[in-house]
């Protein structure tokens, strides 16, 4: 069960072999149930590979074929990562001592050494990168997408940047709809029975709207955009403002 589907991107690698089990605290209650857990971690620990010399591997958005994977000799470790283990035996002592005790031939975050060569590029030279041995790597099978316009892997930097204005963008038409009176948070109607938090001044969100438009729900469900509202407010100068308990004050501006 180690084959690539076309349109899989990556699969996960590591230094270490792969395992044979999940581990899992408790276990479904019906028998069909531990029956379909057990095919549904098959599928999961299939989607591992075990780094070795040849593998393709994501480093830094570019394609890098592993050239050697190294131990650091444990007499050569350096103060760095003494100290790492260090602590990380004390969490272990700290946490109850569960699990086995960490040892530095076998510690998750021992560094190790990833020698990697630019993938199709023979003449360069390769990378040396220190790093633990438990670092999970994006692999790559032998057939896979760049983005034509940039030779980077995706997702592309354009993409990313495109997809974030897009989302911005998004965000922006959705906000110039709402209609006065509403919560420039959730965008629903502020009813006169509900707690709303108003901030006077001119409206730094819709400045088409008149001043003092600018209403939120009091309740939890509206607070990110409303705390976010309150500190870009606070850092214009705002005003000590006040949820109102009068009723009318609730009412949208006619
Ligand atoms: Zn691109
Ligand atoms: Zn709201």
């Known amino acids: 069960m180690t084959r690539w589907y076309p ?38 620990l299939a989607n591992y590979v075990q780094l070795a010399p040849g593998v393709l591997v994501i480093w830094d958005r570019q394609p890098y074929r592993v050239l050697e994977l190294a131990e650091r000799p444990l007499d050569l470790w350096g103060e760095k990562h003494e100290m790492r283990f260090a602590t990380a035996l004390e969490h272990w002592e700290i946490g109850g001592k569960r699990g086995e005790r960490p040892e530095k031939a076998t510690w ?3 560094p190790f050494v990833f020698v990697l060569q630019p993938d199709g590029k023979p003449h ?15 692999v790559l099978p032998e057939h896979y997408w760049i983005c034509s316009a ?9 993409q990313e940047a495109e997809r974030i204005a897009d989302h911005h963008a998004a965000h922006a038409d959705v906000l110039m709809d709402i209609p006065p009176g509403h919560c420039l948070g959730c965008g629903e109607f ?25 209403v939120f729900h009091a309740r939890q469900e509206c607070s990110t955009p409303r705390e976010r509202y309150r500190e870009q407010w606070e850092a214009r100068g705002g005003m000590k403002q006040q949820p109102s308990l009068f009723p009318d004050d609730n009412r949208p501006a006619a």
């Open 124 to 138: 360069e030279k390769p990378i040396h990168l220190i790093g633990p041995a438990n670092h999970t790597w994006d």
């Open 190 to 214: 502020v009813t006169s029975r509900q707690q709303a938090t108003r901030f006077p001044g001119p409206n730094l969100w819709r400045p088409d709207l008149p001043e003092n438009s600018a």
């Open 108 to 110: 998750g975050g021992r």
């Open 150 to 158: 940039c030779g980077e892997l995706p997702p592309c930097r354009h």
């Open 7 to 44: 349109s899989q991107g990556t699969k996960h690698g590591g230094t270490h072999p792969p395992f044979t089990t999940i581990n899992r605290i408790g276990e479904p209650s019906s028998a069909m149930r531990r029956q379909e857990q057990r095919i549904h971690d098959k599928r999961i």
